[in-house]
């Protein structure tokens, strides 16, 4: 996060797109606001565990945080969007109470966030894990406040995808090529990846107005730079369907 700032400002920006930026505290928020950032990232935890590890701080002391960071971005008219970890299960405290994320988006959202991303940061989540987490938040907060956040690491990230579409939220997130990971989650791998995602979204007859050919070729640019084969399946198959 040390470099948000070089980074957002090196971005060539389109109209309507948001580029939202992580931060941890106020004085991240600060160097955020200089540079124009206009929407940004808390971070929070449903498990004790993982908040100690990951923020080092509480849950609660982390809200104490984040409520600070909320305040002055508001004040600023800065967006927010708030994101919870380790919905469905912890590294370190094992299974997590749907009633724990719910608290917990429930406040964020009273605080001011506009969206809540709900993730599986370790990707052990399962249809019917995902299924009672998200009845219990969604008697707390409507669909169209949430978003769904599922790393891939079990190989179910699309499935709970899915349990979510049919729950009603229509905000997913996701990553090109499956890049990412968690360094505090030993073993989890990164979020679903944007490929595999667009294509059975489009299988669906879901709209995404995204170019799947165009995001096969930027997944397969990334990896190339970072010296990484590809997590998409779909990027793998279409690319020696593309390049025979």
Known sequence: MGDNAEVFQAIEKVPGISYPVLVPNVKGLESAMKVGVK?????TSASEGFSQKNTNGSIQQVINRTKDVINVAKDHSIKIRGYISCVVGCPYDGYVKPSAVAKLCETLLSLGCYEISLGDTIGVGTTNLMKDMLKAVLVVAPSDKLGIHCHDTYGQALVNV??????????VDSA?????????????????????????????????????????????????????????????????????
């Open 176 to 244: 090109v090529s499956g890049l990412g990971g968690c360094p505090y989650a030993k073993g989890a791998s990164g979020n679903v990846a944007t490929e595999d995602l667009v294509y059975m979204l489009q299988g669906l007859g879901v709209r995404t107005d995204v170019d799947l050919n165009s995001l096969i070729e930027v997944g397969q640019f990334i990896s190339k730079t970072i010296n990484k084969p590809t997590n998409s399946k779909v990027n793998s198959a279409l690319f020696k369907n593309l390049n025979p």
């Open 39 to 43: 929407e940004i990232a808390v971070f």
């Open 162 to 171: 899915c349990t979510a579409l049919e729950s009603g939220i229509t905000v």
